[in-house]
């Protein structure tokens, strides 16, 4: 390693310090901060950077179209090596090395999103479709399959979940989601019955005390851990080629759900989704049903009652 390399990297190792000591990340954030910046440093360096005050738009995207020549790294890696760099300027800017962020607004290779794979219709029922059991975790297990494909939640959603958060009257459910942000989804017929059923028997494996929805034989809440290895497990055992976790039965309802209803904004609400772009990666909505939503919908795509059917060009 050259000195003015071995200088660009002390910087590097400042900030990895500053994201240690200031902003508490842990070791392993750490490391591929450290591992994305020391790339960059090199690749830097080879472009004739020597000192980060010197650096400049045009040299983070001659860093962008050498990382992304001739495909040697996939468009999300750039964007997460980018990203650590614009972080890394921030704290430069900051240092007062940097008068501003030359990292920020410069575009990376588009990313393709692709459709999260899904369960069909025909292999939920294969899987959910478990053998006649009064064996309270088989019990458990099919309650927790039923509520995930019934409801779309997610694992860390499920986990949370407590007795008190189930109205089985109203078919209802209180969910708390990301950013600790709460919202009632309703919850299928199947779904309650094996509920009802699953509350029956969890007092054989647990007192009243304890508050979770969901239990295990340690008398505790289930952990995401064992929920990921029991339907892994149900998978096998149903004799589905595809592997089972819990956010493939998230996925298969919010695509089964589109596919019935289109109803895209209602299936954002029900996932608990921010951003309705998050959505709609789950479908792919052609041209003409948005342009028959647009023409329904928008004030100045419906034609008025006075307005002429066909415009000429004398009307421009």
């Known amino acids: 390693m050259t000195d003015v390399a071995s200088a ?43 000192d980060w005050s010197r650096l400049s738009a045009a040299a983070v995207r001659r860093l962008v179209v050498r990382l992304h020549r001739h495909g040697q790294q996939a468009p999300r890696s750039i964007a997460t090596k980018m990203s650590a760099l614009r972080s ?66 997610r694992l860390s959603e499920l986990v949370a979940l407590n007795v008190d958060d189930l109205s089985r009257h109203d078919r209802q459910l209180r969910v708390i989601g990301k950013g600790n942000k709460e919202r009632v989804v309703p919850v299928g017929r199947l779904a309650i019955e094996w509920l009802d059923k699953w509350l029956q028997v969890r007092p054989q494996l647990v007192s009243g005390e304890e508050p979770a929805l969901f239990v295990s034989l340690q008398k505790r809440r289930l952990c995401s851990r064992t929920i990921q290895q029991r339907l892994a ?68 795509a419906r034609r008025q009652p006075d307005e002429p059917s066909d415009a000429t060009p004398d009307d421009a």
């Not at 000591?21 to 020597?50: F, I, K, M, P, W």
């Open 8 to 50: 660009l990297r002390v910087a590097v190792d400042a900030f990895i310090e500053f994201l240690r000591v200031e902003r508490q990340l842990s070791a392993h954030t750490r490391e591929n901060y450290r591992r994305h910046l020391g790339e960059a440093c090199r690749l830097l360096h080879e472009e004739g950077l020597d």
């Open 88 to 153: 890394f300027a921030d704290y430069l800017v900051r240092q007062g090395v940097l008068p501003a962020n030359p990292a920020r607004g410069i575009s990376t290779p588009k990313q393709g999103r692709p459709l999260p794979k899904n369960l069909d219709v025909d292999q939920v029922y294969q899987l959910l479709n478990l053998p006649s059991s009064e064996e309270p975790l088989v019990i458990r297990d099919r309650a927790i399959m039923e509520l995930f494909y019934s409801s779309g939640l």
């Open 233 to 300: 497990s149900w998978g096998t055992r149903q004799q589905l080629a595809a592997h089972v976790h819990p956010h493939k039965l998230r996925h298969s309802f919010a695509t089964h759900l589109l596919e019935s209803s289109g109803d895209l904004r209602a299936v954002q609400e029900l996932l608990g989704h921010a951003n309705l772009g998050t959505t709609q990666i789950y479908t792919h909505l052609d041209f003409q049903h948005l342009a028959d939503v647009y023409d329904q919908a928008h004030p100045r």
